[in-house]
């Protein structure tokens, strides 16, 4: 296990993470293009009181899925049949991925269709990325809302 990795479990265990803590992660992390991220992802987050943490926990989110750059699911969630399903309702349709400048890095990003929200990506390693939402009225109390995907086989 790689120590961007210990460092970002050791964050995820911890209950009210500092913001300077995953802003350290993000700038050690290495940036990756689009074509890097196309699959399925599970995802994750951490304590940190932002308000998308309770937003996610009670919509059943599962994760993401990049089929392709023009077609991305940023909200797969899990039903109370138990199968997952892509809610477009929540995330205000579909979104696309480009490679965006973020805090002066070009790194690969989801571009919601329906809102103005961008989730920025980086590496942690070979099967985990780190991800930042960005755009209007993201920021609570002056923090980004971090999460983590990890790769689905």
């Known amino acids: ?46 304590d940190t009181g932002h308000p ?29 049949d138990g199968e997952l399903f892509s809610n477009e309702e929540l995330g205000r349709g579909l979104a696309s991925l480009w490679d965006v400048e973020f805090r002066g890095e070009v790194t690969a990003s989801m571009v919601y269709d329906g809102q103005p929200v961008v989730d920025h990506f980086k590496a942690v390693d070979g099967r985990t990325l780190l991800g930042v939402m960005n755009g209007k009225g993201v920021r609570h109390e002056g923090r980004y809302y971090f999460f983590v995907l990890e790769r689905e086989d």
């Not at 961007?4 to 992390?29: I, T, Y």
């Open 52 to 80: 998308v943490h309770a937003m996610l926990a009670a919509s059943g989110w599962h994760g993401k899925r990049f089929v392709s750059p023009r077609e991305a699911h940023p909200l797969i969630c899990r039903g109370e």
């Open 1 to 46: 296990m790689s120590m961007l990795k210990r460092r970002l479990d050791a964050l995820q265990s911890m209950s009210g993470v500092p913001a300077e803590e995953l802003d350290a992660l993000w700038a050690d992390c290495r940036v990756v293009r689009t074509e890097e991220v196309l699959g399925d992802w599970r995802g994750s987050d951490f």
